[in-house]
C-alpha cells in the first residue's frame, strides 16, 4: 500500500515471485471511468473506490492463502472493506517524502495517474495504525532490502 510512486507495483512483483505466488495490480482492476476520471487530474473520492476496493477484494479472496496485491489502500477505511475480503490480508505501507515520490514520479512514463494528484494522495494517506496487520517500509531502500525487512518481520 502507499500513494502513487511509491513502489508498490516493483516491491509487489518481487516479493511475489521470492514468494513463489500470484501477484495483481489494483491499478488493473479500475473501471475505465476511474482511469478516465484520474487521467484528466482529478483525484477519486470514496464512491468511485468502493467498488473498486471490493473488486480488489475479490482477488484477496480468491488468493486468501497466498498471493501479492499491489494497492494504494490510502485509508483504514479501505484497508477494512479489503479484511472483509480477506481477514488474514497483512499490509506493507511503502512510505516516502513527498520529495522522494514526486521526483519518482517525474522519472515515470506511461502511467494513467498524473503526479498532480500526489498531493491529494499524500492528504488522503492514514499510515497504518498499531492494531492493523502490517508494517511501514521507507521506499528509499534497495527493493531487495524491502523485500527482506517485509519477509524477516
Given at each position: 500500500m502507499g500513494v502513487s510512486g511509491s513502489g508498490k507495483s516493483t516491491v509487489g512483483a518481487a516479493l511475489a515471485?521470492?514468494?513463489?505466488?500470484p501477484f495483481a495490480?489494483?491499478?488493473a482492476l479500475h473501471p475505465e471511468a476511474n482511469i478516465?476520471?484520474?487521467?484528466?487530474?482529478?483525484?477519486?473520492?470514496?464512491?468511485d473506490?468502493?467498488?473498486?476496493l471490493d473488486a480488489v477484494g475479490e482477488w484477496l479472496a480468491v488468493?486468501?492463502?497466498?498471493?501479492?496485491?499491489?494497492c494504494s489502500a490510502l485509508k483504514r477505511t479501505y484497508r477494512d472493506q479489503l479484511r472483509e475480503h480477506c481477514p488474514t490480508v497483512q499490509f506493507l505501507h511503502l512510505s516516502g517524502s513527498p520529495e522522494l515520490i514526486a521526483a519518482r514520479q517525474a522519472g515515470r512514463t506511461g502511467h494513467?495517474?498524473?503526479a498532480s494528484l500526489?498531493?491529494?494522495?499524500?492528504e488522503t494517506l492514514e499510515p497504518?495504525?498499531?492494531?492493523e496487520p502490517g508494517i511501514t517500509i521507507d521506499v528509499d531502500n534497495s527493493v531487495d532490502t524491502i523485500v527482506e525487512t517485509y519477509l524477516s518481520a
Open positions: 515471485r521470492r514468494l513463489n505466488v495490480d489494483a491499478d478516465a476520471k484520474m487521467a484528466s487530474g482529478k483525484p477519486l473520492d470514496d464512491t473506490r468502493h467498488p473498486w488468493h486468501c492463502d497466498g498471493g501479492v496485491m499491489s494513467f495517474m498524473p500526489l498531493k491529494s494522495q499524500f497504518l495504525e498499531p492494531d
